[in-house]
């Protein structure tokens, strides 16, 4: 009871005008962040970090709060449009979201997008409210081998994307996991794959390889088609699913929601993880699963729920024990410490008014995303009505500037473009180029924590095995390997055998 | 372009990544003495890397058997000639160039003066041949990527070298930037 009474008084705080109207500027600055190419919400956030000195804490928080649940939706808006992902989170929206696009049903994926993510952040704002303190004690328990595990099964879920082609797709996995060992090893700072050059010294963004594969290599290929010069004519209407079409999708939401909020709450897993995994299941759950990637509502569903939902439940590690999950919520953290607020168990004890303002913001934040993601999601639908030679130019231009603000390195503008060329040359040879994006994505992660594992645990291989949680996250992916292989392995198998003939 | 139905071609993508991993695995580092002294029990700074290179090399292996099986297949059924993805036309490369030279023009042109040229010469490849709707581009496009990055995230984007230097400055105080 008295939880519900806190968060009454919460919300009262965080609908007065001046808290109401940060966050909403922090979620229309997060949405067009986000779904702008090359720039991320994260750097969006990191801009507006100084601009919190000039706040209370609990402004600041909601503020950033705001950037963070529209930026980690705003990506979805440019996959889905252009097939260009705004973040690497919104990476699975392109598999789905962008046939629907080229069928004409952009509206409908905008709008079941929104729909989606709201749901998502909105049970993931819940779990933050009332879940806390208990999941804290949950996460205390994550160390470095269940860390590995998580990440694993990310990697691991590419399989069920990659079924129709899975020599080629596990050869661009690996080759992404390759591209981001690129660099200074994260435990005995020793340069590998860097031939000598001072470039590669600090290893290859996987930002900036993003950028390159999807933003420039579009562009090029946009230039390639005969109606570069022509935008699409007409306005694209938004309008809210109906409950019953949203209902019929209740299964793929509620399923990406959990993915999500578990996901979540693993420090360093994040929405990425998050959403490909939720894609990977419900490809396998789903009865249309044979059919994703052209265009099905499940497939765009599920991993929107799965990445909005990561945001409320990253927040718990950041506010129950001061550990940040993710660069968004080291950036919040940051905040919260310039403030003079130390997170922790101290914080619900001694500022519980301020808490509760910031879980009844965040659940604002969630439904007011759906005016605000209709708005900017109408601004860039009218955006198709550019010619795509003119909208290639900026997308060009945003994509260096992004990957020049990674580190302020020009190199990283070199690597980007050198990676754009190849995005183009894997387009038009059918080379997957999402795997690869994944590996440079959770392949630097995976290192880290199974390298940290090994060092904290004496060099025993089997410490992923005998620690409990990480067993059975790594028990989940050897099931979902089978459970994803296993039938098309037997229909295979049973093409080979001949049949025996009825006399 | 078209591979005739017995053509090897398919094979060379899956050999080259095979190769380029095996290769790649002699030059992890090149302080290979110094990497095994790190070494601590089973793994050490190279570890990862060349497990991953040889799971490149070995899946690469297996895509190269299901090509090869797919090439023997096509020949046993002497089907139709396969048409075979071309990497663009003459446009797509001329953009490739331009892209490239944008980029590593930046830090001698500088930002703006480099913009600039960049979005003259893209609309013009694109096909664009209005001047006023190449100038209106060019000159709104510019200037709010100035604004925005330069004045407003504070990014220190390149002003360019020598004189191409000075009107940068030259220009950002004009917009009142600087």
Redesign the interface.
Same mark, same amino acid.
């Given at each position: 009871m008295d939880v519900f009474i806190l968060l009454f008084n919460g919300l009262l705080t965080a609908l007065q005008p001046l808290n109401f109207g940060i966050m909403l500027a922090g979620l229309a600055v997060g949405v067009i962040a986000g779904a702008l190419p090359g720039i991320s919400f994260v750097n969006a956030m990191a801009?507006a970090l100084p601009f919190t000195y000039l706040m209370s804490p609990l402004t600041a928080m909601v503020f950033l709060g705001g950037i963070y649940a529209g930026g980690v939706f705003g990506g979805s808006i440019s996959a889905i449009l252009i097939n260009i992902p705004g973040t690497p989170a919104s990476l699975p929206s392109c598999w789905d979201g962008y046939p629907m696009t080229k069928r004409g049903e952009a509206a409908r994926a905008l709008t079941l997008a929104i729909a989606a993510s709201a749901t998502g952040g909105l049970a993931s704002a819940l779990l933050l409210t009332f879940g806390a303190p208990p999941f804290a004690k949950l996460a205390l328990a994550f160390d470095q081998p269940e860390f590995f595990a998580a990440t694993f099964l990310g990697l691991v879920s590419i399989i069920a994307i990659a079924k129709a082609a899975p020599? +080629?797709s596990?050869?661009s996995l690996?080759?992404g +996991?390759?591209i981001g060992?690129v660099g200074v090893?994260p $435990?005995?700072?020793?340069?590998?794959?860097t031939?000598?050059l001072p470039a590669l010294q600090n290893g290859i963004n996987f930002v900036v390889v993003m950028i390159g594969l999807f933003a $420039?290599g579009e562009?090029?290929e946009m $230039? =390639?088609q005969r109606a570069?010069?022509q935008g699409t004519a007409g306005r694209v209407k938004l309008k809210l699913p109906s409950f019953k079409e949203l209902w019929a999708l209740k299964g793929a939401a509620a399923r990406g929601t959990g993915i999500g909020c578990m996901i979540g709450m693993i420090p360093g897993a994040g929405a990425t993880v998050g959403a490909v995994i939720a894609y990977g299941i419900e490809k396998q759950v789903s009865p249309r699963g044979a059919e994703f990637g052209t265009g099905v509502e499940a497939g765009l569903v599920a991993p929107e729920s799965a990445k909005n939902a990561t945001t409320g439940a990253a927040m718990i590690p950041l506010l129950t024990l001061g550990i940040p999950g993710s660069a968004a919520t080291a950036i919040m953290l940051a905040a919260l410490v310039l403030h003079g607020v130390t997170p922790g168990p101290l914080l619900f004890a001694t500022q519980t008014d301020m808490v509760y303002t910031i879980f009844a913001s965040l659940l604002l934040a969630n439904l007011c995303m759906i005016g605000a993601g209709v708005l900017v999601a109408r601004g860039f639908a009218s955006l198709m009505k550019v010619?795509?030679?003119?909208l =290639?130019?900026?997308i060009?231009?945003l994509s260096?500037?992004g990957a !020049? =603000?990674v580190r302020?390195n020009?190199a990283d503008?070199?690597i980007? #473009?050198s990676f754009?060329?190849i995005g183009? #040359?894997m387009k038009?040879?059918?080379?997957p180029s999402a795997p690869l994006v994944l590996g440079v994505i959770l392949?630097p992660l995976a290192?880290r924590y !199974?390298?940290t594992s $090994?060092?904290n645990y004496?060099?025993q #291989?089997t410490i992923f095995f005998t620690r409990p949680i990480s067993a059975t996250i790594l028990g989940f992916a050897g099931l979902f390997v089978l459970w994803a292989l296993v039938p098309d392995m037997k229909g295979k198998l049973m093409r080979l055998i001949p049949r025996s003939s009825k006399t | 372009m078209s591979s005739p139905p017995g053509s090897w071609r398919p094979v060379a %993508?899956?050999l080259a *990544?095979a190769i380029a991993?095996a290769v790649?695995t002699q *030059?992890?580092?090149?302080?290979p003495e110094? %990497?095994a002294a790190?070494a601590?029990?089973?793994?050490? @700074?190279?570890?990862?890397?060349t497990v991953?290179?040889y799971?490149?090399l070995l899946?690469?292996l297996?895509?190269a058997v299901?090509r090869a099986a797919m090439v023997l297949r096509r020949r046993e059924q002497a089907s139709a000639v396969v048409p075979e993805?071309?990497?663009?036309?003459a446009?797509?490369w001329l953009?490739?160039v331009l892209?490239?030279a944008?980029?590593?023009l930046? @830090?001698t042109l500088g930002f703006a003066l480099a913009?600039a040229i960049? *979005?003259v010469l893209?609309?013009l490849?694109?096909?664009?041949r209005s001047p006023l709707?190449i100038g209106l581009?060019t000159l709104i496009?510019t200037t709010v *990527?100035l604004y925005v990055?330069v004045k407003?995230?504070l990014? @220190?984007?390149?002003r360019g070298v020598g004189p191409i230097g000075e009107f940068s400055v030259a220009l950002y105080r004009l917009l009142g930037i600087y």
């Open positions: 801009m020599w +080629i596990l050869v690996f080759s +996991i390759v060992s090893d $435990l005995y700072g020793l340069p590998r794959l031939f000598g $420039l562009v090029l $230039l =390639g570069h010069k010619p795509p030679t003119v =290639g130019a900026f060009v231009v260096v500037v !020049f =603000g302020n020009i503008v070199y980007c #473009l754009g060329v183009y #040359l038009r040879y059918d080379f392949g290192e !199974f390298m $090994l060092a004496d060099n #291989l | %993508a899956p *990544f991993a790649l *030059f992890i580092t090149d302080r110094q %990497a790190m601590r029990g089973i793994a050490g @700074p190279t570890t990862w890397p991953m290179l799971g490149v899946l690469a297996g895509w299901q993805a071309v990497a663009g036309g446009r797509v953009g490739i892209v490239l944008y980029g590593f930046l @830090p913009t960049y *979005f893209w609309l490849l694109g096909g664009i709707q581009t496009g *990527f990055f407003l995230a990014m @220190p984007l390149d």
